[in-house]
């Protein structure tokens, strides 16, 4: 992530779709304060509902009416805030496939909220891959300290062993390896990947993950990635990567990569997914129904971020 002042000269002729999420969490509050903050980085469509962007400025705003006075209540999930939510991510869609915005940033939805409109909803990243025809995709966490690639997204703690693969530890890998190198211009990538088990299983004692996968595939896929090592202890790795040995690390399920990412910049980091056709970001929190009622408690660093980062990319990308 460059600095504001840096980005500002450069990049003002890229098109940003921004999605308020539910409109009862904090995704409205954090547009707002965020293009206050950038404005003039880029051109800014925002697409959700102008009754809850109270005179919203520096943008585009894309007004799809699906709330009404005070028919939504700021702080709940609820059905119609889900549907909403899920509204302006498919007008998002069309925005992108009609090539009218160049890149993506969604603020926070509600799986609860959209599951209690009637839809089965896992993630942003699954929707968008699905809806553009993506088989391989990837998530990057990512912050001004650490970079993780993420094998397993939203899982529980107990299926991520039996969901790790050959294939999507592969996947990941390359993908994250390849988006280094285009998204931000780092010419040889220095990898790590990170155990899923305590010290790395001490030679298959605890677990045998790493023994019988995780090991044998970091060896073949050296004949690509000559800087690519592991699988490390996972504390070993992030220390590492922080002092600035490895430019990324890969992080077997969510947690490995969030609780770092959020002891080293508390209210800033992004979720960066690669392998779509387009440039997504979104910032590294959720709804935040329990300060949605508090507009001074709202921080956008994490949203400014997430803008900051799309614009980067996707200019990086059309220099590629």
């Not at 980085?41 to 699906?66: E, Q, W």
């Not at 996968?213 to 896929?221: A, C």
Request: include cysteine; proline fraction near 4%.
């Amino acid at each position: 992530m460059k600095s504001r002042k840096s980005l500002t000269s450069k990049h003002t002729r890229i098109k940003v779709g921004i999605t308020i999420g539910d409109p009862a969490g904090i995704g409205p509050i954090a547009t707002m304060k965020a293009l206050k903050q950038l404005n003039g980085l880029a051109d800014f469509t925002v697409i959700g509902d102008s009754s809850v962007l109270s005179n919203i400025r520096y943008c585009h705003l894309l007004d799809l009416g699906k709330i009404k006075g005070k028919k939504i209540r700021c702080g709940r999930a609820t059905g119609e805030g889900g549907l909403a939510s899920l509204a302006y991510l498919n007008k998002a869609i069309d925005l992108l496939k009609d090539k009218k915005i160049d890149c993506l940033v969604t603020c926070p939805v509600s799986k609860e909220a959209i599951n209690k409109a009637g839809f089965k909803f896992y993630g942003h990243t699954e929707y968008l891959a699905e809806r553009f025809n993506v088989k391989h995709y990837a998530m990057i966490l990512l912050n001004d300290y650490l970079k993780f690639g993420l094998v397993t997204r939203h899982l529980p703690l107990k299926d991520v062993s039996s969901r790790l693969t050959g294939d999507n530890l592969s996947r990941t890998i390359l993908l994250t390896y390849e988006a280094l190198r285009k998204l931000f211009f780092i010419k040889t990538p220095r990898l790590a990947v990170c155990a899923i088990n305590p010290h790395a299983s001490d030679n298959g004692v605890i677990g045998s993950e790493e023994n019988m996968l995780i090991k044998p595939l970091i060896n073949k896929l050296k004949t690509k990635i000559a800087t690519l090592e592991g699988p490390l202890p996972a504390e070993i790795a992030i220390v590492r990567a922080f002092r600035g040995q490895y430019h990324c690390l890969i992080a077997m399920y969510h947690d490995q990569a969030l609780i770092p990412l959020k002891l080293t910049e508390r209210f800033g980091g992004v979720n960066l997914t690669v392998g779509l056709p387009f440039i997504r970001t979104s910032p590294l929190h959720g709804t935040a129904f329990d300060i949605a009622n508090n507009p001074s408690r709202v921080d956008p660093t994490s949203l400014i971020e997430a803008i900051e980062t799309a614009v980067e990319c996707t200019s990086n990308l059309k220099k590629a």
